[in-house]
């Protein structure tokens, strides 16, 4: 689909994207249409030559259809293979870093430290994720380094009634800035 993209930065092997909140990244029941991949498919044409024998940008991360920011895709098995390593490994041994800007609401203890929990199903919403139990039969650990860059909307006690975190991922669960902000 000819969707306008806002490109960052594009080589023959890689492009980054600046991707805005409501788009979906990955075509699915329900998001056929307006996806980050239809819209890479359309704007790189022949200069992708394939991600497993298929034609297709090969994303490595995902970012929620709500949730604005940089996404790297590779244009070729070769940049597909080295970013998919690097994602894996989480920046714990090359230069790959993943920092995120969140608003949050309430007030943080310390102005910065890190959550380490296990996550999983959430008991009360199975189609949610929640801190879990380290024996949960789903759990899985995730740590979040974080640091309080603003507060805002401090009450007449100091107590901020929005904070904005960077936080830096060390593993990379499906929605664990928000869950761990959460808790």
Not at 124 to 149: C, E, G, M
Request: with cysteine; hydrophobic share 40%; aromatic share 4%.
């Amino acid at each position: 689909e000819a969707i306008p993209l806002d490109i960052l930065h594009e080589d023959a092997d890689i492009i980054v994207i600046d991707k805005p909140a409501g788009m979906v990244v990955h075509p699915a029941p329900g998001n056929q249409t307006g996806t980050l991949v239809n819209a890479l498919i359309h704007h790189c044409g022949e200069g992708l030559t394939g991600i497993g024998g298929v034609r297709r940008p090969g994303i490595v991360h995902r970012l929620d259809k709500e949730t604005s920011g940089v996404m790297v895709a590779a244009k070729t098995g070769r940049a597909h293979a080295s970013l998919a390593a690097q994602f894996a490994d989480h920046g714990r041994n090359g230069a790959l870093e993943r920092t995120y800007l969140a608003l949050v609401w309430g007030r943080f203890d310390r102005a910065s430290g890190v959550i380490e929990s296990h996550l999983g199903r959430s008991s009360a919403n199975r189609l949610k994720r929640a801190v879990v139990s380290p024996s949960a039969p789903d759990a899985r650990l995730a740590i979040t380094h974080y640091r309080v860059l603003r507060r805002f909307g401090e009450d007449g006690e100091g107590r901020a009634r929005l904070s904005l975190v960077e936080c830096r991922l060390e593993t990379g669960r499906t929605h664990q800035i928000r869950v761990h902000m959460a808790h």
